[in-house]
């Protein structure tokens, strides 16, 4: 069995309202004038006809510069962009209790992957920032939504999954805090649970006779 994780909310902690008060103190901080929830509209919102910007830099569709370009035009204001950037990046602690678990399922073996809706700020950032290293290298397959152009739900982001861990989809289990996503994966043909607990985790893994070196 090929085991994928989820990245935000089961490897590590992330706040998306941090991010915007972060982004918008910035702003401000260069003459702009915006609050949090303006800058949580102009990333997460649909706006004039198009997807949210935060939607199209995770798939792919807008590059790290073509965003901080757009995310200036919507604020009418050109904040530093490695302090933006920062403001950006600084919302993940990692979930100590799961990192526990992938380091004892690296140590057994178990073939590993992360199939994850990110950015390429957000990646490039959690890879600078992990201590001890598990991220990338406990993993086999990446399955990154900016990279493959491609997102959670979309069935597409799992069929991908799938073939670059080398594997069917019914010999991978998945977890996934969102139980969307966890649907989804299920619709493909991945064994998927929803992340809850830690301690459930673990009883997940058990079940399925994936051994944990613990």
């Known amino acids: 069995m090929f085991v994928y994780f989820d990245l935000g909310n089961v490897l590590l902690n992330f706040d998306h309202g941090l991010m915007c008060r972060q982004m918008a103190n910035v702003v401000r901080s260069a003459g702009g004038s915006v609050s949090a929830e303006q800058v949580k509209t102009i990333l997460f919102e649909d706006r004039h006809g198009r997807r949210a910007l935060q939607w199209r830099f995770e798939r792919g569709e807008v590059s790290a510069d073509e965003f901080y370009k757009e995310f200036c035009a919507a604020v009418a204001t050109e904040p530093d962009r490695g302090q933006l950037a920062g403001a950006a990046n600084r919302i993940f602690s990692p979930n100590v209790s799961m990192r526990v678990v992938l380091g004892s399922l690296l140590a057994a073996r178990q073939p590993l992957g992360l199939l994850s809706n990110t950015n390429e700020l957000h990646w490039d950032y959690v890879v600078r920032q992990q201590d001890d290293r598990l991220i990338p290298s406990a993993f086999r397959a990446l399955a990154l939504s900016f990279e493959i152009q491609c997102m959670k739900p979309e069935p597409e982001i799992f069929r991908q999954a799938a073939s670059l861990a080398g594997v ?19 619709d493909v043909g991945f064994d998927a649970v929803q ?20």
């Open 168 to 186: 069917p989809p019914h010999e991978i289990f998945y977890v996934d805090d969102i139980a969307s996503h966890v649907m989804a994966a299920r």
């Open 195 to 214: 992340y809850t607990t830690t301690s459930q985790f673990v009883a997940d893994l058990r079940r399925r006779g994936i051994g944990l070196n613990y």
